[in-house]
């Protein structure tokens, strides 16, 4: 059984050979699986590109896709995925957290008949900050998405090739990879894995692209807008009661003076929410444009030992664009 491994890489010029060589040498000791690597380089600020070419020009069950600009992590992984040809797919990251020492874990889990497999860390070795803002991340991702009760989610993964078949079909620019895991299909499974030390440097996430990341979930539900739908609702109901109340006080007591600071509090909390409500649409809007004007969610610039599919006759990509009109293949761009 041929087991694709697909790996973004940013900035992992000293780590991406040691994850490879390591992931390697696990596969050599299991038996009736053979792997492949599919390696993104999403626009590195270092020599990563360099790196994995010396590794594709050393194994040459390596792949390497060279991004032509930063398109993000899950756009990364979306590149890799349409080159994946094997039967099970392994999703992880290039920075040694996620370890390959623990992929026979995986692939003994979905033997047991599982489509995903996530591995949840036993203490996860980020600083207290990431922490944070990952279980606030958690929190939310969890009650507005659909996905198996008791069932968490993680950049390591495992799944089968017909989920692959089916997420690569997905057209839109702006990817959350694990939602599209939840929605092809619910038997999933976790496991218990050990979370490594970061070896080298330091989290490539910041907070600016961690709230990008998180915003790509609207793409995913509607539960944002009937919320705003709810809010509004309460707040024009309390309004209309509070208008009411206020009405019958003063002709019951002309002398009530009328409290111009407790109006301007109203005002600021009820247009505080509506500019919000009004932001969680516009980011809808916006979602809606980009898609319609078909940016593309990765282009490739160039590529080594990569094949075309065998339907569209050439040996190699050159570059290549994916589009949000294609179904996870790639148009190779011409002179013409």
Not at 185 to 194: G, L, S
Not at 315 to 336: A, L
Request: hydrophobic letters at 40%; a negative charge.
């Amino acid at each position: 059984m041929l087991v694709s491994i697909v790996i973004p890489c940013y900035n992992s010029e000293h780590t991406i050979g040691e994850v490879v060589e390591l992931a390697i040498q696990e596969f050599d000791k299991l038996d009736g699986y053979e792997c492949e690597f599919v390696l993104v380089n999403d626009y590195s600020r270092d020599g990563t590109w360099n790196s994995i070419c010396c590794l594709a020009d050393s194994y040459p069950n390596v792949k390497g896709i060279n991004l032509a600009k930063n398109f993000g992590q899950h756009n990364a992984i979306m590149a890799a995925m349409s080159q994946a040809e094997g039967d099970l797919i392994v999703g992880m990251d290039d920075d040694m957290q996620n370890h390959p020492s623990q992929i026979p874990q995986f692939l003994a889990k979905i033997e047991e008949g599982y489509d995903i497999v996530f591995g949840v860390f036993k203490q996860r070795k980020f600083s207290v900050i990431k922490n944070i803002t990952g279980a606030v991340s958690r929190f939310l991702l969890w009650h507005l998405l659909d996905r198996p009760k008791d069932i968490q989610m993680s950049s390591f993964w495992c799944c089968r090739k017909y989920v692959r078949d089916e997420v690569v079909r997905y057209d839109g620019y702006n990817i959350f990879l694990q939602v599209l895991f939840f929605r092809t299909t619910h038997n999933i499974a976790n496991i218990e894995i050990e979370h490594f030390a970061r070896e080298v440097g330091e989290s490539n996430y910041n907070f600016r692209r961690g709230l990008k990341l998180f915003m790509s979930c609207l793409n995913f539900t509607v539960i944002p807008l009937r919320l705003a739908t709810f809010f509004g609702t309460v707040f024009s109901a309390t309004g209309f009661v509070g208008a009411l109340v206020v009405f019958i006080r003063k002709l019951l007591d002309p002398s009530i003076a009328i409290g111009w600071s407790s109006l301007m509090c109203a005002f600021l909390v009820l247009f505080g929410i509506c500019f919000l409500m009004l932001g969680i649409i516009g980011e809808y809007i916006g979602k809606l444009i980009l898609n319609i004007n078909k940016t593309p969610q990765y282009v490739v610039r160039e590529t080594r030992n990569v094949k075309k599919a065998a339907e569209t006759g050439t040996s190699e990509i050159s570059d290549e664009i994916k589009r949000p009109e294609n179904t996870g293949k790639t148009d190779e761009v011409t002179d013409d």
